[in-house]
Structure formats: structure tokens, C-alpha cells
């Protein structure tokens, strides 16, 4: 497998001039640089600066709108509703966050949703937005796109997306608890990460077009001879489904936003994303101390059980981010959003990026030169690229 290392800031500085020879204004620009390399940093390459591809044929496709600004469909103070008009995703969901949280502290919960945004990435990085504010934060969220691509419980046709469920929980003076998953079985990005790679992906997570288990990520992306495409299964069968179902309709349809459905497809490239957010100050609930008490507590119980022989491995992981997670924290159970944080120490001084994902960036610049005159130039070429592996 053929992979280039190129160092974090190089890789952010490269994604944001992209988007501003694309036209956006420089905060937007480093918002959307900034999230995307932290899903890289974090081990999910699955949401992380491969998803450019996507967005500059977006934006070329006139579907992903530049530079637009959070407007408030809905306010009634600590609940509101806001909408993206399809504006880059990573800059209407943090306009929303910043707000939400503003509200939140004011008056000790925020009820919001977001609505018509274009897609805004690894959902977990809002939840640790709030968390670093010692928010209690609660994310549902869906998301629209051509091809569905996960079937329903005991459905063999694709009916809606990987709407993941989120939430966050802060610990003073220690990381935050951050559940972030999504409802199939594996995300869509790590299938189109093992496409590009050219490796199968977990059983148990992939039907092909005509309904029969598969571990080839080409099923997701290859339609068959009667030109239809494969599904990702929800996780845990009907768990996944019913979590999916709720994410899809609390998440969109009660804030006004659309429900996946062949009637809101997006044209050709874009992807809609809503989201209901719920914060919640704890000190503002009077049990602030009790809450940090029984917190602490019930994590040192939990962290003491003992080990399983596979208790570093599952889909929802990579290999390598549950090798790297053993290492820094070495015999005990993990709580959720440690391998992000034992990611981002592993991966301070170089990214991987496969060859595929490369090229495709590298066409990124091209078609934005080509379009609008000017590009960051390929990513291929940065002096910050250092050598390939095998």
C-alpha cells in the first residue's frame, strides 16, 4: 500500500488556500482547514481532507454555497432553529455552535437546530467544541445524499445515510467523554478509505446489490451488471436502524429540514446535513460538584475491569488507532474519545495520506485552476510531502 506522510500544518495550510483560490473568505477557509486535517489527526481519514474531493465538485456543480452567513429561522432564546442555506458545512456549524453556546450560557441550556447545511464533517468535532466551553452537549444528526447507501433492518436497498449519533461530556482538568458514532456499521468514509487502499472491510458491515454479505468496499462504488450499488448495515440490526430512524427524524424533520427522500436530493454532489443540538451547563442544574464526584467515580470503576483478549479491536476502530490507544493508555479499558485523543499524539508529526487520495486532491487544485485561474497547486508537489511507503 503506497502512502505519503506530509506534517499537519503543511496539509492545513495547503486545504485553506484551496478554499480561498476557491473564493472563501479567510475565516471560513480556516475553519474548513482546521476541521478537516483534525479528523486526519484524529484517525478519521474518513471525514478528514479526502472529503475535498466531494466538496470542490460541489461547489463546482453550483450546490455548496461560499461565504454565506447563519440566518435564524426560529428564536425564541435558549431554542432556536438556524439555517445553513447550503453554506460550507464547517463554517455553518460553527456560527450555530458559537451561538448555541453563547445561549447556553446564558440561560444554563440551549435547545437549537441546524438546518440546510452543506455537509459539516466529523460530528464529534462540535461535541468537543461544547465540552472545551464544560458543556454538556447532545447531538442528533442526518444527512442527505445520492446514492442512499444504508439499508434498513431487514431491508436489502439503501434507504438512508450513516446518521450518527453524538454527545459530549466534560471532565475538569481531564478530556472530555465523547461518544460519536454512527448508526451502520462502519462509516461510508472508511469504506471509501478502504476503496482507495484497495482492502476489504470488516465482515458484518456490507451487502452487496443483490443483498449478499460482502467485505469488498467496490460494492459501495462499482454498480453491477444491472447497474445497481451495495449498502452499509446499520449496527447491532434493529439497534442501529432505530437509532438511525430517530437521528433522521429529530434530527431533521422536527427543525424543519428535510428527511431523506428522493424529493430533496441534492443534484449531483452535494451533501445536506441537520442537526438538533441539545447543551446543557451542569453547574447551572445545582448539582455541579455532585456531577464531577460520581462522574470521577463511576470512570475509575469502569476503567478498573479487567482486559479482554479483543478488547482493543472492532469496525468501529481502526487497527491502528487501537494499537496507538493501548500504548498511551496501557492496561485498562478506554473511554470513548481516547483514541482520538492518543491519534492526534501519534500522527503530531505527519498524516498519512494514501495515493488515491493524493491524486484526488491534486485534482482538487487542478479543476479549481482551471475553473477560477488560481490553486494552491498539487498537494504532490509540497515541499512538506515526504517520502513514500509500502
Known amino acids: 500500500m503506497l502512502e505519503f506522510q506530509i506534517d499537519p500544518q503543511s496539509l492545513e495550510q495547503w486545504v485553506e488556500q484551496l478554499w480561498r483560490c476557491a473564493g472563501s473568505e479567510d475565516r471560513e477557509a480556516r475553519d474548513t482547514a ?21 466538496y470542490v465538485a460541489s461547489f463546482l456543480n453550483q450546490e455548496l454555497r461560499l461565504n454565506q452567513r447563519l440566518s435564524l429561522a426560529h428564536d425564541a432564546g435558549a431554542l432556536f432553529i438556524a439555517d445553513g442555506q447550503r453554506g460550507m458545512g464547517q463554517s455553518m456549524a460553527r456560527q450555530a455552535m458559537d451561538l448555541g453556546i453563547d445561549r447556553a450560557r446564558l440561560h444554563g441550556h440551549c435547545i437549537f437546530g441546524l438546518r440546510n447545511s452543506h455537509h459539516i464533517g466529523r460530528i464529534g468535532h462540535w461535541a468537543e467544541m461544547a465540552a472545551a466551553q464544560g458543556l454538556v452537549a447532545v447531538h442528533f444528526t442526518n444527512a442527505i445524499g ?192 481516547e483514541p482520538e485523543v492518543a491519534m492526534r499524539e501519534a500522527r503530531a508529526a505527519s498524516i498519512p495520506i494514501d495515493a488515491t487520495t493524493l491524486s484526488q486532491l491534486d485534482r482538487c487544485a487542478s479543476r479549481i485552476e482551471e475553473a477560477l485561474g488560481t490553486s494552491p497547486g498539487p ?7 515526504s517520502r513514500s511507503k509500502s
Not at 483534525?38 to 481519514?45: E, P, T
Not at 482507495?196 to 469488498?216: F, H, M, R, T, Y
Open 146 to 337: 445520492s446514492p442512499t447507501m444504508v439499508a434498513p433492518f431487514g431491508g436489502a436497498q439503501a434507504r438512508f445515510l450513516t446518521n450518527p449519533f453524538t454527545a459530549a461530556i466534560p471532565r475538569p482538568g481531564q478530556n472530555p467523554i465523547i461518544v460519536d458514532f454512527a448508526s451502520s456499521a462502519i462509516a461510508h468514509g472508511k469504506v471509501r478509505v478502504a476503496y482507495n487502499k484497495g482492502v476489504p472491510v470488516p465482515e458484518d458491515c456490507l451487502i452487496d446489490a443483490k443483498g449478499q454479505p460482502s467485505d469488498d468496499p467496490a460494492v459501495m462504488f462499482e454498480a453491477n451488471e444491472e447497474g445497481g450499488l451495495g449498502a452499509l448495515l446499520t449496527f447491532g440490526g434493529h439497534k442501529g436502524y432505530g437509532l438511525a430512524l430517530v437521528c433522521e427524524l429529530l434530527g431533521a424533520a422536527l427543525i424543519g429540514g428535510e428527511s431523506i427522500h428522493p424529493l430533496h436530493f441534492p443534484k449531483q454532489y452535494g451533501i445536506w446535513n441537520n442537526m438538533l443540538v441539545m447543551l446543557i451547563d451542569p453547574g447551572r442544574l445545582g448539582q455541579a460538584n455532585y456531577f464531577a464526584e460520581e462522574l470521577d467515580r463511576f470512570v475509575q470503576w469502569l476503567t478498573s475491569a479487567a482486559l479482554s483478549a479483543d478488547s482493543r479491536m472492532s469496525p468501529a476502530q481502526s487497527s491502528e488507532a487501537a494499537a496507538v490507544a493501548s500504548k498511551l493508555y496501557p492496561e485498562r479499558v478506554l473511554l470513548p474519545g
Open 379 to 385: 498537494l504532490s508537489d509540497f515541499s512538506a510531502m
Open 34 to 54: 482546521h476541521h478537516l486535517v483534525l479528523a486526519n489527526l484524529s484517525g478519521h481519514d474518513s471525514h478528514g481532507v479526502g472529503m475535498n474531493d466531494r
